[in-house]
């Protein structure tokens, strides 16, 4: 740029280049003040007029040549007449007496060509041709807006002293120098070549007062400050955050690779791990007998006891990986196995059966010491000691207890009294435990409205999934009993208050039962065709959320696809908008910002507006400290899912893990840290993390954990998986890294949202059918195991073929 910038200044100052430069010919810098304004980019240093030379600047930045200005020159910018051109003197003016100049023109001639040239005293441009007289009044006004700088130093450099170096520094790269000709200080920046007359301390200082005393305009395009971190988390793909940064679009460089790599090197070490111990159990088992079992359960004294309580996603994942021949795990849970949450909508439909995305317990991992069927119901933190309250899985017919004599003639059992659920419950049994592992979930917040507790039902469990599923089922019949057949108006309307279905709660939960119910309904209520065809104008699925969108996890685009989607298919989405008061046949509804309100006479209510904290939870915290008390009831943890404890002692024993856990992480588009949301994807990967810990043998008494000295370890095979760790630098024990993947959610019609992420980084986001094709990939894809794989994609093929089950058990 230099160099042909030069070459067309040469061309200009030849005959040959008079030719084709505009009237005005070459222009140079106006004063330094106003060289920084210009933000000039292609420099030539000092051309005078009659030359067109560039001169050159000694070792200490000083300028050499005909002009000594310090501003450097460029190619259509200002500056005032250099030292070596002369005013015309008063012979020469008299020539040209006769013919006056503009107000503010002054003649000179260039002492090299005795060429006259013009300068103008307002905006300090200078032209090889004599100006006209209309362009004086242009120069005024740039003289009133783009010089006023300089004005204003000449009018204070008089009476100012300007500053010493020792009395004010100047910033690095600055240094200072004098112009020949005025005698006035300029400083140079060395970094991009800018000038000024102005010390650059006094510079920043005004122009940060300019900046808090300019006027904002009233619909500025551009957000305010405090909303910028909201705006960026609004942008739904990587590409606009990049465009909003002024970055490469296309350059995915914010994915946290070291994260991905990490977690990838992880499941490598969980594989083997699970496959190391299988075999290990085959071998143990095949050569095992009755004496060898007693001395393994007298070996148990040397194996850590690991309680783990609960069979949710932490629980499920920690029990998974978890190395049962150098921990000894037993985990309570009043329900004997995991459940694949995300697809209980689904099974409350019949499009899936509960059964397959279930997983015991015990399966899981068939080496785990013992599950112990019962709830967590006291705690003593500081001897590590739990109390455990036996509880069964009652069916009408009862059960058979343990017979305590045999009938010697024909070693049968003799035949007892069938014991219920009240006369084996509230048995508790003390259970010792050297590492506490606390995964019980969270519970259903409805207590908060009235009649919500006792009418609405929920989807947290496969069993929640099967009472709602018969509920459905039943109000189908009532409305087909033939005491409510008819076209009379009563008869109508108690027929569409039976089939009417309301779904409180606008998260994943509420918008996918509401799609799968209102997809079951019209395929059942297809006229001509559907087993319930007569119902075919009666039902109806009304979806009720408090908020201004639905899935506020979601972007606002998908949000308001999710809603259009439903209304689309026929559901009535109800937002901003409360529960009052649930009855077992209506309920009272109150929009936000209205004191009225309505009445819905329905047939069933599902509940899926929020969580609480179980009462486990809230009796373990009475023994904690107050430093424990998280946002919600939660228990709040630090990086390593410790949570806090009364003494030294028992500290680094209890890891809080999943919907109970509280802890706070950095994100990405945020100066304030978040809370991790409860999801399934956190509460997962929490406990592969916790088993990780354990497994390594990490000293958890310690922070950070450390893995203990060699010797001192009682392991005799740990020197392979220390020397692993020790070669990924994990002899401390890293903090839990979450990364986020992205969300999926159904909205009923073959339809999904998917929004797909690594870490805070959104990737891509889509709806409709191909995200519906992604949605079941996934969730195919992260089932537990391949029986349930095959269990599932057979239900969805039956469904599609032969249409969901009516039956009701």
Request: some cysteine; hydrophobic content about 30%.
């Given at each position: 740029m230099r160099v042909s910038t030069a070459v067309l200044l040469l061309l200009a100052l030849s005959d040959v280049g008079q030719g084709f430069l505009p009237?005005?010919?070459?222009?140079?810098?106006?004063?330094?003040?106003?060289?920084?304004?210009?933000?000039?980019?292609?420099?030539?240093?000092?051309?005078?007029?009659?030359?067109?030379?560039?001169?050159?600047?000694?070792?200490?930045?000083?300028?050499?040549?005909?002009?000594?200005?310090?501003?450097?020159?460029?190619?259509?910018?200002?500056?005032?007449?250099?030292?070596?051109?002369?005013?015309?003197?008063?012979?020469?003016?008299?020539?040209?007496?006769?013919?006056?100049?503009?107000?503010?023109?002054?003649?000179?001639?260039?002492?090299?060509?005795?060429?006259?040239?013009?300068?103008?005293?307002?905006?300090?441009?200078?032209?090889?041709?004599?100006?006209?007289?209309?362009?004086?009044?242009?120069?005024?006004?740039?003289?009133?807006?783009?010089?006023?700088?300089?004005?204003?130093?000449?009018?204070?450099?008089?009476?100012?002293?300007?500053?010493?170096?020792?009395?004010?520094?100047?910033?690095?790269?600055?240094?200072?120098?004098?112009?020949?000709?005025?005698?006035?200080?300029?400083?140079?920046?060395?970094?991009?070549?800018?000038?000024?007359?102005?010390?650059?301390?006094?510079?920043?200082q005004q122009a940060a007062t300019a900046t808090i005393t300019a006027p904002v305009e009233e619909e500025s395009p551009i957000p305010e400050e405090q909303d910028m971190e909201r705006f960026l988390k609004m942008v739904s793909t990587e590409i606009g955050v990049k465009t909003l940064n002024k970055q490469n679009p296309f350059a995915i460089t914010?994915?946290?690779?070291?994260?991905?790599?990490?977690?990838?090197?992880?499941?490598?070490?969980?594989?083997?791990?699970?496959?190391?111990?299988?075999?290990?159990?085959?071998?143990?088992?095949?050569?095992?007998?009755?004496?060898?079992?007693?001395?393994a359960e007298e070996e148990d004294g040397r194996r850590p006891t690991v309680l783990v309580l609960g069979t949710g996603w932490a629980a499920h994942a920690f029990v998974k990986v978890a190395n049962t021949f150098d921990l000894r795990v037993v985990v309570v849970s009043p329900v004997n196995h995991f459940v694949f949450t995300p697809m209980l909508a689904s099974a409350a439909v019949g499009t899936v059966e509960p059964r397959s995305m279930t997983e015991p317990i015990r399966v899981s991992n068939p080496t785990i010491d013992n599950y112990v069927e019962g709830r967590a119901v006291g705690i003593d933190v500081a001897n590590k000691e739990l109390t455990v309250e036996v509880t069964s899985k009652q069916t009408d017919e009862g059960i058979i207890p343990m017979a305590t004599e045999m009938d010697n003639e024909n070693g049968e059992s003799p035949q007892s009294t069938i014991y219920y659920e009240s006369d084996i419950n509230n048995k508790l049994i003390q259970l010792k435990y050297d590492h506490l592992i606390c995964a019980v979930g969270t519970g259903v917040r409805s207590s908060m409205v009235e009649g919500a507790e006792e009418h609405c039902y929920n989807l947290k469990t496969s069993d929640d999934s099967k009472r709602l599923r018969t509920a459905i089922g039943e109000a189908l019949e009532f409305a087909s009993r033939p005491e409510i057949r008819g076209s009379d108006y009563a008869l109508t309307q108690e027929r569409k208050r039976r089939v009417r279905f309301v779904i409180i709660g606008g998260g994943p939960t509420g918008v996918e039962l509401a799609g799968e119910l209102n997809d079951f309904l019209q395929e059942i209520c297809e006229p001509k065709v559907g087993a319930y065809q007569r119902l075919?104008?009666?039902?109806?699925?009304?979806?009720?959320?408090?908020?201004?969108?639905?899935?506020?996890?979601?972007?606002?685009?998908?949000?308001?696809?999710a809603k259009e989607s439903l209304e689309a298919q026929?559901?009535?989405?109800?937002?901003?908008?409360?529960?009052?008061?649930?009855?077992?046949?209506?309920?009272?509804?109150?929009?936000?910002?209205?004191?009225?309100?309505?009445?819905?006479?329905?047939?069933?209510?599902?509940?899926?507006?929020?969580?609480?904290?179980?009462?486990?939870?809230?009796?373990?915290?009475?023994?904690?400290?107050?430093?424990?008390?998280?946002?919600?009831?939660?228990?709040?943890?630090?990086?390593?899912?410790?949570?806090?404890?009364?003494?030294?002692?028992?500290?680094?024993s209890i890891l809080v893990l999943g919907d109970v856990a509280c802890l706070e992480v950095d994100t990405k588009y945020s100066s304030v840290p978040a809370i991790l949301p409860q999801t399934a994807q956190v509460a997962g990967q929490q406990g592969y993390f916790a088993a990780r810990l354990l497994n390594r043998g990490y000293d958890l008494a310690q922070t950070p954990p450390r893995l203990p000295k060699k010797e001192d370890h009682p392991f005799d095979d740990f020197s392979l998986l220390r020397i692993w760790l020790m070669v990924r630098g994990l002899e401390e024990a890293p903090d839990f890294n979450f990364l986020n993947l992205g969300l999926l959610a159904y909205v009923g019609g073959g339809e999904a949202l998917t929004q797909v992420q690594v870490g805070d980084v959104p990737l891509f986001d889509f709806a409709g059918k191909f995200a519906f094709a992604l949605w079941r990939s996934v969730y195919l894809a992260k089932q537990v195991d391949s029986r349930n794989q095959a269990m599932i994609s057979f239900d969805w093929l039956r469904s599609n073929v032969y249409g969901r089950d009516i039956t009701r058990f």
């Open positions: 009237t005005g010919g070459l222009q140079r810098h106006a004063f330094p003040a106003l060289s920084s304004w210009a933000g000039g980019s292609s420099y030539l240093d000092n051309i005078s007029p009659s030359t067109g030379t560039t001169t050159d600047k000694d070792d200490n930045n000083n300028i050499n040549g005909a002009a000594t200005h310090p501003a450097e020159l460029s190619y259509g910018t200002t500056m005032g007449p250099s030292q070596a051109a002369l005013p015309v003197t008063q012979d020469q003016h008299m020539n040209v007496e006769n013919d006056m100049m503009p107000e503010g023109w002054t003649m000179y001639y260039d002492p090299e060509s005795g060429n006259p040239y013009y300068y103008c005293d307002i905006d300090g441009t200078t032209s090889w041709d004599r100006p006209a007289a209309h362009e004086t009044a242009a120069a005024a006004a740039v003289q009133l807006e783009s010089n006023s700088a300089m004005n204003s130093y000449q009018q204070t450099s008089a009476v100012v002293p300007e500053p010493t170096e020792e009395d004010d520094p100047l910033p690095e790269g600055w240094t200072m120098h004098v112009d020949p000709q005025s005698g006035h200080p300029y400083y140079y920046f060395e970094a991009d070549g800018t000038s000024s007359w102005e010390r650059p301390q006094q510079q920043q914010d994915v946290p690779y070291d994260v991905v790599l990490s977690k990838g090197f992880d499941q490598i070490e969980d594989s083997i791990m699970k496959t190391r111990q299988k075999m290990a159990a085959e071998r143990y088992y095949a050569n095992t007998d009755d004496d060898d079992f007693v001395g075919a104008n009666d039902y109806q699925v009304m979806l009720v959320h408090g908020g201004p969108d639905l899935l506020p996890m979601f972007n606002p685009d998908l949000r308001k696809r026929g559901v009535e989405v109800r937002l901003n908008t409360r529960i009052a008061k649930v009855k077992s046949n209506f309920v009272k509804l109150q929009k936000k910002g209205s004191d009225e309100l309505e009445v819905v006479p329905n047939g069933v209510t599902v509940w899926g507006a929020g969580n609480e904290p179980v009462p486990f939870v809230q009796e373990m915290l009475s023994q904690l400290p107050e430093s424990a008390k998280g946002s919600a009831g939660r228990i709040n943890v630090d990086p390593w899912l410790r949570c806090p404890t009364p003494t030294a002692e028992s500290f680094g």
